[in-house]
């Protein structure tokens, strides 16, 4: 149980153009997604909290306009990078909390960004 | 402010060895948790453990265990009779817990650790 999925797992695009990462909770409905980044070699930094039906709540230095995150049901959450740049490149993971609470997130298994 | 120190950012074991990774928090919430990620070369994380904040009894878990001191602010990993699969970045992590309910996660910056056969 509590299964999150991310796709793709890996995307390779030329920069200034977008891309879209889905985060889905397979198995259980969640109310809360979470969507770190991290660079080679450092730990996972947050980059926002989405939850279903509202608007994302980003940390400090976080670009929302760049980083549009869309939370439109209890079971996906869509994280879309605008006008990519090779500093964007990194390893992106979302995870998942369940409707009925709880401290738990459920990691997916990420996504590798690379643009060129 | 929620702070979650590893000291240690890489550690060599041959295989067998026990090893401990170190993790010193800060917070200042009375309530909290802690969690042990171990993320393997595929980059999934995979979930160790969580411990709340009132209960300090250390757990064994197989060739796994974990010392928490509120004293010390500490909340130690040892793996015993390390194997080469035990090969990866761990991470300690914090979690707070808002007015909803809600819990943001901080992440420490890592160990690595590699087991040589």
């Known amino acids: 149980g509590a299964v999150v999925s991310q796709h793709p797992s890996w995307v390779i695009c030329k920069s200034g153009t977008s891309v879209k990462i889905e985060c889905r909770s397979l198995d259980f409905q969640a109310t809360t997604m979470f969507w770190y980044r991290q660079f080679p070699k450092q730990s996972l930094m947050l980059m926002a909290t989405s939850n279903e039906g509202s608007k994302a709540t980003y940390e400090q230095g976080v670009e929302k306009d760049k980083f549009l995150i869309n939370h439109a049901s209890l079971t996906l959450s869509t994280l879309t990078v605008t006008s990519a740049h090779p500093e964007d490149s990194s390893f992106y993971i979302c995870?998942?909390?369940?409707?009925?609470?709880?401290?738990?997130?459920?990691f997916g298994p990420g996504t590798r960004l690379t643009v060129t | 402010a929620q702070k979650v120190t590893q000291a240690q950012t890489e550690i060599s074991v041959v295989e067998k060895e026990d090893v401990t990774l170190d993790c010193v928090y800060e917070?200042?919430?009375?309530?909290?948790?802690l969690f042990w990620y171990k993320q393997p070369p595929s980059g999934e994380l995979v979930f160790l453990i969580r411990?709340?904040?009132?209960?300090?009894q250390n757990e064994i878990s197989g060739r796994y265990s974990w010392n928490f001191q509120k004293s010390t602010s500490s909340f130690n990993f040892t793996i015993t009779a390390s194997q080469v699969v035990d090969s990866a970045v761990y991470f300690c992590?914090?979690?707070?817990?808002?007015?909803?309910?809600?819990?943001?996660?901080?992440f420490g910056t890592g160990t690595r650790l590699t087991v040589i056969p």
């Open positions: 917070t200042r919430d009375i309530t909290y948790y």
């Open positions: 411990r709340n904040s009132f209960d300090e």
């Open positions: 992590a914090l979690s707070d817990i808002d007015q909803t309910g809600a819990n943001n996660l901080f």
């Open positions: 995870s998942a909390r369940t409707v009925a609470g709880g401290y738990e997130q459920y």
